[in-house]
Each structure stands twice: as C-alpha cells, then as structure tokens.
C-alpha cells in the first residue's frame, strides 16, 4: 500500500508467557475503516493500545503518517491526532453531555485540567464541542447530565468526546458492546457518517456492523493476523472460518 495513514511492523508483546501480540503488521489506508476482528482473548484491545501509546510493545514499529510513533506518549499521539473511543464507559457520569466534550477539547488543546471551570465558559471549546454534539446526532441532550444519558447515548458521546480532538485516525473498541438492536442500528449509520470524514480502526464483535462497515478486516487470532483483506475475501478464507467466522451466525445478513 502506497502511503498508508497507519502502518504497524511486526509488533510484539507479551505478557508474562502470553504472546498477546505476536509480530503484527498491518497497514490502514487514509479514508479507510479497518476492522480488527477475532476471539476473545485474541489480542485486540492489546493492539489498540499499543496504538494509542497506553501500552509499550515490547518490538516493532509503528508509523502514523509515516512518522515512528513507537516510543511517542499517549498524550502526544492524541496531539498528532489519534483518538480512542473506550471500550468501558470512561464519561465524567456528573458532568454534563457538553461539559464532556469541552473538557475533551481543552485536554487536546494543552491547557491544563486545573483551568477546567473556564472550559464550560470558554466559547471556542464549546463550540468545538456542540459541533461534535452534534455530529453524533445528541445536540438535544448537551445539557443532560452523563448519568441520565441512555447507554446509546453514553456511546455516542464517547465518540463526540474523540471527535473534539479532531483525530486523523479514530480506533474504536467494541462501539457496539452492550447495545439493543435499535441503538445497534443508529452506531452503525453514524459510523457510517463518520467514515466518511475520519479514518477508523474498529475493534467489534458484532459481525452484522464489521461486515456492513469495513473496507478491510483483519482477523487475530493468539495474537496473530491470520488473514486481511476486503469483506468478501475474509468471508471466504478456509482459516478464518475454521478460528472464528464459523462459530458466527450472523455474517451473510449485510452482504
Ligand atoms: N494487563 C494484562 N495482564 C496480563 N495479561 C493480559 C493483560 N491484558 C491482556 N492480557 C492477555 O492478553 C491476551 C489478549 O487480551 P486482549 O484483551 O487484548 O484480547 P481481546 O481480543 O481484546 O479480547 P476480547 O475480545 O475478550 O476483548 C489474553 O490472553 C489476555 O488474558
């Protein structure tokens, strides 16, 4: 691939006698939605956080625009323009859905959390944030209270809250977990929305949303890529069905 926004070498990482991580490389175009897919236990949320920097590898390299950010910390890749979206619910449940946000683009913009009272004043960041408000569709809950937010919502503002750092590269962790159909139905469209402005890397068991929202997927498994490519081919492949795929039920539903 060409120039890839996101290129990873052959990372390694282990923990104690577990080789979590076990010489990944793989490559995630500008524009692109890549999802990461594979059983529990395979090593996903390692790779992600060794994208984000919440986590050393212990070898390989890691390019985000052509520039090694493999020993860069975590709060500079955020600067350079990565962006996590949390698997556990990581809100302030008594801050406001805005407050949120604003709190978010503050922390990206540098200042200091000491400064927060001024973030809910401040009309920059709260336009930052009401922007972001409002490309997840929960500009009428901006004034809600984390805590009153439906777990849709709570998921949604998660995303607003990566959005505000206006990241180049969004890496997702399981957006889907713990959502009804419904609310499983509304992340996909916005995702779907989001895809278009964003390059996204998608961790996610939910094979109906990887299959309906992937350009490319990537299959783990023990720390491993077994197989990477387009939809249609993943689908295919003899080994990904045998160590993951064939215990899915849901797959053929998106196409
Ligand atoms: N902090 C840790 N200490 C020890 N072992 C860990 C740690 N984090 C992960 N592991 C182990 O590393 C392996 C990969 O775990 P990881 O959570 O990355 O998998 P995953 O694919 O994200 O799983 P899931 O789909 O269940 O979220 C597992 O064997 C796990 O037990």
């Given at each position: 691939m060409a120039d890839p926004l996101l290129r990873v070498e052959n990372l390694v990482r282990r923990f104690g006698g577990i080789v979590?991580?076990?010489h990944v490389s793989l490559e995630v175009a500008r524009g692109e939605l890549h999802a990461i897919i594979g059983p529990n236990g395979a090593g996903k949320t390692t790779l992600i956080s060794q994208l984000t920097g919440q986590l050393l590898p212990h070898a390989g390299t890691i390019y985000l625009a052509g520039q090694?950010?493999?020993?860069?910390?975590a709060w500079r890749r955020s600067a350079l323009g990565l962006a996590r979206s949390f698997q556990i619910t990581s809100l302030?449940?008594?801050?406001t859905a805005i407050d949120n946000v604003a709190l978010a683009a503050q922390a990206h913009d540098g200042h200091?959390?000491?400064?927060?009272?001024n973030a809910r004043k401040e009309s920059g960041l709260r336009a930052t944030a009401f922007a972001a408000l409002q490309r997840v569709g929960l500009v009428e809950r901006a004034n809600t209270l984390v805590s009153k937010l439906s777990h849709g919502e709570q998921r949604e503002l998660e995303l607003a809250v990566a959005l505000a750092t206006s990241p180049q590269v969004l890496l997702l962790d399981?957006?889907?977990?713990?959502?009804g159909i419904t609310e499983s139905s509304r992340m996909v469209k916005l995702l779907q929305e989001l895809r278009r402005e964003v390059t996204i890397v998608l961790v996610e068991h939910d094979m109906d949303a990887v299959f309906a929202l992937a350009d490319r997927i990537s299959v783990l498994v023990y720390g491993r890529v077994i197989a990477s490519g387009a939809p249609s081919e993943i689908r295919q492949n003899e080994e990904v069905k045998r160590a993951y795929l064939g215990e899915q039920h849901a797959v053929t539903r998106h196409g």
């Open positions: 979590a991580t076990d090694d950010i493999t020993r860069v910390p302030l449940p008594d801050f200091s959390f000491r400064f927060w009272g399981e957006p889907m977990a713990g959502l």
